[in-house]
């Protein structure tokens, strides 16, 4: 993961938070200087460590809003 | 991947699709035969290569929609 440059743009929330405090988190990320994204996963409270994700453009995350939205959760 | 035991359960819904018929999809899939828990990640057209993803607890999809209701997408 050393060489992949990021930066984290927006935090949009907090899904959950581990005993660790690690938190999985909605984000808008540039990687590599490309233009933002957003997507979801886990980090570590410093934001240097960071589990497996999805990234997700504008068009997917508002699929994704519709399709819970007709979810019964 | 060739250990991991896994039962697409259920699909919510298909976020998008690759020109090679991949597609990004919100199942609820049991992971070696544990309790399901709700999964977006990538696909091949036969459910057997799957991309990086995150698992969601009912809670965390919850809290999920709750966010992307708030953004202005």
């Known amino acids: 993961m050393a060489d992949i440059k990021y930066e984290?743009?927006?935090t949009m929330g907090i899904l959950s938070e581990?005993?660790?405090?690690w938190k999985k988190e909605v984000n808008l990320i540039s990687w590599n200087d490309?233009?933002?994204?957003?997507?979801i996963?886990?980090?570590d409270p410093?934001?240097?460590k960071?589990?497996?994700g999805v990234t997700l453009t504008n068009e997917e995350l508002?699929?994704?809003r519709d399709v819970l939205n007709e979810m019964e959760l």
Request: charged share 50%; proline share 8%.
């Open 50 to 52: 960071m589990g497996k």
């Open 18 to 21: 581990s005993p660790k405090g």
């Open 46 to 48: 410093e934001h240097k």
């Open 62 to 64: 508002k699929k994704l």
């Open 34 to 39: 490309n233009a933002p994204k957003f997507d």
């Open 41 to 43: 996963r886990d980090w």
């Open 8 to 10: 984290i743009k927006e």
